[in-house]
């Protein structure tokens, strides 16, 4: 896709609460080349991240080439998908748009504040959404969300799935498909999540006080059950009885519900070690300290929250540090890494044990899945790449529309 000139730029305004802190911005920049871009954001208020503040995830390191709006946002304390921006309409008013993406669910609130004031102010730009849902809810809940789809899909110009399940549920509700495109929502920083060789891999565990010697398997995100954690511990415990000559050990990092539970357990086992979590900037480090990566998780099929993994971006972080990533079959982790003999069937402990003995056998196999796994993150999620497919796409969707108003334009003429 050829680059666009500032005046022959696009104005594209995007809109997601994932936009306040910096890091998660970091896509916007090489987008920027394609569109003149204005993003609306939380602003920074007293929310968390983690279990950390989340103005300590706020550290720009560049120069942006957007404009960056904070809002307030309605509830204060609400959830990503219940609350309304203030001052919404007077960005929309003062501003041309010719695209409008809002990240977030089909049901959330912003989504259809946005396309009201959209519709109303600027009728003629093209409203888009991006959307991670995969699963179909059951029951009354279903039937609800169900006629949010339909109405979703007669109200959206075009639509982004981060996954193949999200584009399927579109689909089934009406999208079309030659309006929807499968991608990633954030890409991954290649200059920082980056391989390391064997003397910088003992510098970085000194500094996160990890043993230097050991063959480190690592675990990054949320400490809950849905990740697979208890699972992994076993198999961590039962790799290291059949290796003892190996010094496995086990690393995680993130804050959850299991956290206090780890960090005792750790007390007890000292092969096992529970990191605090610390900003996006700072993960590549743990990142690059790593001999194997392994995400877990399990859906949850039961109960209010029914969840299975939607992407996963702590694997494309691994595989672009040069890690070597395994994951289970839960969600949309194997699209996203990719290679099938890198995955093991969720929620089978003896599925993650087999799979981790393969690759622990054979150093030289280790190393070229993690090459093979790195070059393949690269080419489709650096920031880099990831603008290049959104750019394609939205372009597209650009020029659809100005055929079809054309053709139009030459029906109506005598």
Same mark, same amino acid.
């Given at each position: 896709?050829?680059?666009?000139?500032?005046?022959?730029?696009?104005?594209?305004?995007?809109?997601?609460?994932m936009?306040?802190?910096?890091?998660?911005?970091?896509?916007?920049?090489?987008?920027?080349?394609f569109?003149?871009?204005?993003?609306?954001?939380?602003?920074?208020?007293?929310?968390?991240l983690?279990?950390?503040?989340?103005?300590?995830?706020?550290?720009?390191?560049?120069?942006?080439?957007?404009?960056?709006?904070?809002?307030?946002?309605?509830?204060?304390?609400?959830?990503?998908?219940?609350?309304?921006?203030s001052f919404?309409?007077?960005?929309?008013?003062?501003?041309?748009?010719?695209?409008?993406?809002?990240?977030?669910?089909?049901?959330?609130?912003i989504?259809?504040?946005?396309?009201?004031?959209?519709?109303?102010?600027?009728?003629?730009?093209?409203?888009?959404?991006?959307?991670?849902?995969?699963?179909?809810?059951?029951?009354?809940?279903?039937?609800?969300?169900?006629?949010?789809?339909?109405?979703?899909?007669?109200?959206?110009?075009?639509?982004?799935?981060?996954?193949?399940?999200?584009?399927?549920?579109?689909?089934?509700?009406?999208?079309?498909?030659?309006?929807?495109?499968?991608?990633?929502?954030?890409?991954?920083?290649?200059?920082?999540?980056?391989?390391?060789?064997?003397?910088?891999?003992v510098?970085?565990?000194?500094?996160?006080?990890?043993?230097t010697? *050991?063959?480190?398997?690592?675990?990054?995100?949320?400490?809950?059950? @849905?990740k697979?954690? &208890? !699972?992994? %511990?076993?198999?961590? /415990?039962?790799?290291?009885?059949?290796?003892?000559?190996?010094?496995?050990?086990?690393?995680?990092?993130?804050?959850?519900?299991?956290?206090?539970?780890?960090v005792?357990?750790?007390?007890?086992?000292?092969?096992?070690?529970?990191?605090?979590?610390?900003?996006?900037?700072?993960?590549?480090?743990?990142?690059?300290?790593?001999?194997?990566?392994?995400?877990?998780?399990?859906?949850?099929?039961?109960?209010?929250?029914?969840?299975?993994?939607?992407?996963?971006h702590?694997?494309?972080? *691994?595989?672009?540090?040069g890690?070597p990533?395994?994951?289970?079959? @839960?969600?949309?982790? &194997? !699209?996203? %890494?990719?290679?099938? /003999?890198?995955?093991?069937?969720?929620?089978?402990?003896?599925?993650?044990?087999?799979?981790?003995?393969?690759?622990?056998?054979?150093?030289?196999?280790?190393?070229?899945?993690a090459?093979?796994?790195?070059?393949?993150?690269?080419?489709?999620?650096s920031?880099?790449?990831?603008?290049?497919?959104?750019?394609?796409?939205?372009?597209?969707?650009?020029?659809?529309?100005?055929?079809v108003l054309?053709?139009?334009?030459?029906?109506?003429?005598?």
């Amino acid at each position: 896709m050829k680059l666009q000139t500032p005046d022959q730029k696009p104005s594209l305004l995007m809109i997601g609460h994932m936009y306040a802190t910096a890091f998660n911005r970091r896509k916007l920049n090489p987008l920027a080349a394609f569109f003149k871009i204005t993003c609306v954001t939380w602003d920074l208020g007293s929310g968390t991240l983690f279990g950390r503040p989340l103005a300590e995830f706020e550290q720009e390191d560049h120069l942006p080439e957007y404009q960056l709006i904070r809002l307030p946002r309605w509830p204060r304390e609400s959830t990503h998908t219940r609350y309304f921006h203030s001052f919404l309409s007077d960005v929309l008013t003062k501003q041309h748009f010719d695209l409008i993406l809002v990240d977030s669910e089909p049901w959330s609130f912003i989504r259809w504040q946005t396309w009201a004031l959209a519709r109303l102010i600027q009728p003629k730009c093209l409203f888009g959404e991006f959307s991670w849902e995969n699963i179909e809810r059951p029951g009354l809940k279903g039937g609800i969300l169900s006629i949010i789809y339909r109405l979703a899909a007669k109200t959206h110009d075009f639509s982004i799935s981060g996954n193949a399940a999200c584009r399927k549920i579109f689909l089934k509700y009406g999208a079309k498909p030659e309006t929807n495109l499968i991608a990633a929502q954030l890409g991954v920083e290649s200059r920082e999540f980056r391989s390391a060789d064997s003397d910088e891999k003992v510098k970085l565990r000194c500094e996160l006080e990890l043993p230097t010697n *050991a063959f480190l398997i690592g675990y990054c995100g949320r400490l809950t059950d @849905s990740k697979g954690l &208890p !699972e992994l %511990i076993l198999a961590a /415990e039962h790799l290291r009885s059949c290796y003892p000559n190996k010094l496995i050990h086990l690393a995680m990092l993130g804050h959850g519900d299991m956290s206090e539970k780890l960090v005792i357990y750790a007390a007890s086992n000292p092969w096992l070690h529970v990191l605090k979590p610390r900003p996006h900037r700072d993960v590549a480090i743990f990142m690059r300290s790593l001999d194997l990566f392994v995400l877990a998780s399990k859906p949850v099929s039961s109960g209010p929250d029914l969840w299975e993994e939607q992407f996963g971006h702590v694997l494309i972080e *691994a595989m672009a540090a040069g890690v070597p990533t395994l994951g289970s079959s @839960s969600g949309a982790i &194997p !699209e996203v %890494i990719g290679m099938p /003999e890198a995955i093991f069937a969720h929620s089978n402990l003896q599925s993650l044990i087999t799979i981790m003995t393969r690759w622990l056998q054979n150093d030289h196999e280790l190393r070229a899945l993690a090459d093979h796994q790195r070059q393949r993150t690269l080419s489709l999620y650096s920031h880099e790449s990831l603008a290049q497919i959104w750019a394609d796409f939205l372009l597209s969707q650009l020029n659809a529309s100005k055929r079809v108003l054309n053709n139009k334009a030459t029906d109506c003429l005598p």
